[in-house]
């Protein structure tokens, strides 16, 4: 595979259960970035990663929790999530996270919260 | 105050014509500024990016900057039907600031045979 991949592309969970988003990167890349966008909101940045440490945490809820176990590979744990919580979550990389670099998104999961 | 603002759209655009679009940023220290487009239904791809002002020129689709007025703009001309998308304008601080890119609602662009 090529690019940046996302699994499950589709997800729809109940408030109670908890699920994971996964993203793994084919570039080389040392930075990786979770978004989430909702309809017509600006993506919103929720956390970053440069070479496995997260340097940023943009006030997201705890019941999101990001990990990170290498420079490829990035999850988003979701737990008692809420119906405001469906949108679509986007990862993307960049090669070592600097501000002026392009970064590439995946297809993305859209998440729906019953 | 939004920190990125772009107008909502749609913009409707004749096949051939040149579609104007606008994006105005709060942050004063911005350093680098780029254009992704969104497909409905798919990821942001990126068009252009910019640093300094002036123009700049890629194909089709030029980008224009002013630190001064705080402003970034994208021209897409002779535009074409495979053109109609969401496009999303995103600043980023540079220096420190990792990749924080903060994003527009985006501009939704309809190009009409």
């Known amino acids: 595979e090529t690019g940046v991949t996302q699994t499950p592309r589709h997800l729809v969970m109940g408030m109670t259960n908890k699920k994971s988003l996964k993203c793994e990167q084919h570039l080389g890349h040392n930075a990786m970035y979770w978004y989430k966008q909702s309809a017509k909101k600006p993506l919103e940045l929720m956390f970053v990663y440069s070479l496995e440490e997260r340097v940023e945490n943009n006030s997201v809820p705890s019941r999101f929790s990001p990990e990170c176990p290498n420079s490829s590979h990035l999850f988003l744990h979701l737990h008692t999530l809420q119906p405001e919580d469906s949108a679509l979550y986007l990862c993307?990389?960049?090669?070592?996270?600097?501000?002026?670099?392009?970064?590439?998104f995946g297809p993305g999961t859209r998440l729906l919260v019953l | 105050q939004k920190e990125v603002e772009q107008n909502s759209g749609p913009l409707s655009v004749p096949e051939g014509a040149i579609a104007s679009l606008n994006c105005t940023y709060s942050d004063r220290v911005s350093q680098s500024f780029f254009w992704y487009r969104q497909y409905s239904g798919k990821s942001p791809e990126l068009i252009m990016s910019?640093?300094?002002?002036g123009d700049k020129e890629d194909g089709r689709f030029t980008a224009q900057l002013n630190k001064a007025s705080q402003y970034v703009s994208l021209l897409i001309r002779d535009s074409q039907p495979s053109d109609s998308a969401t496009y999303l304008c995103a600043v980023n601080r540079g220096g420190d600031s990792w990749g924080k890119l903060q994003f527009g609602a985006g501009t939704q662009v309809v190009v009409t045979p």
């Open positions: 993307a990389s960049s090669p070592r996270g600097g501000g002026q670099e392009t970064q590439y």
């Open positions: 910019i640093y300094s002002n």
